[in-house]
Each structure stands twice: as structure tokens, then as C-alpha cells.
Nanobody
């Protein structure tokens, strides 16, 4: 059973930074790719960033140059460094496999609110 626990969210002013963490239990790191997703109120969940085999990364156009995804395989963790945050980045952020696997449950997510 794979479990994902996100943390690190909070309230930050526009232009600020946050670092999100995702702790994965189970053998999830036998799965090559992981991603960060977000869901804003009234919107569908969307992919923000993914890290795939060999450390290659993909980003949504809206976060390119501002967000950085990374992973620590030894600690079974995935991170999302978010800089130059904007109000439109406000959402609940989740980590999951990339693409999402049905057998893996979504975690609680971590709320990110960007507001002055």
C-alpha cells in the first residue's frame, strides 16, 4: 500500500517562496516518475511538474522558471521549490505518480495561499 503525505504549504505574499515536501511510503520509488499536481477552487486538478527517469523534468507553462521539482530517492521524498509566487498559484497541492496510477490513493494535499 503506497501512501503519500504532502507538507510545507502555507500563506505567503506575492513574490514569496515555499518549499513543498512529499513523503512516500511503500515501494513507490520503484515507480520511475513522480509529479506535483494542484487543484484550485472550482477548477480541475492539473499537473504542475513532473520528474521522470534520469532526472528529467517537465513543467506546466505557467510555472516554468519559477518552480523546481526534485527528489531524494534515499529518503523516498519529492520536493517542489516554488519561487516568485503569484495569486494564481493558490491551490491545494498534491504529489502523486506521473501519470497518476489508479491503485495509488491521493493524499490530503497541502494548501498554498498566495495573498497580500
Amino acid at each position: 500500500q503506497v501512501q503519500l503525505v504532502e507538507s510545507g504549504g502555507g500563506l505567503v505574499q506575492p513574490g514569496g517562496s515555499l518549499r513543498l515536501s512529499c513523503a512516500a511510503s511503500g515501494s513507490i520509488f520503484s515507480i520511475a516518475a513522480m509529479g506535483w499536481y494542484r487543484q484550485a477552487p472550482g477548477k480541475q486538478r492539473e499537473l504542475v511538474a513532473a520528474i521522470i527517469s534520469g532526472g528529467r523534468t517537465n513543467y506546466a507553462d505557467s510555472v516554468k522558471g519559477r518552480f523546481t521539482i526534485s527528489r531524494d530517492n534515499a529518503k523516498n521524498m519529492v520536493f517542489l521549490q516554488m519561487n516568485s509566487l503569484k495569486a494564481e498559484d493558490t491551490a491545494v497541492y498534491y504529489c502523486h505518480t506521473y501519470p497518476p496510477l489508479a491503485k495509488v490513493s491521493w493524499g490530503q494535499g497541502t494548501q498554498v495561499t498566495v495573498s497580500s
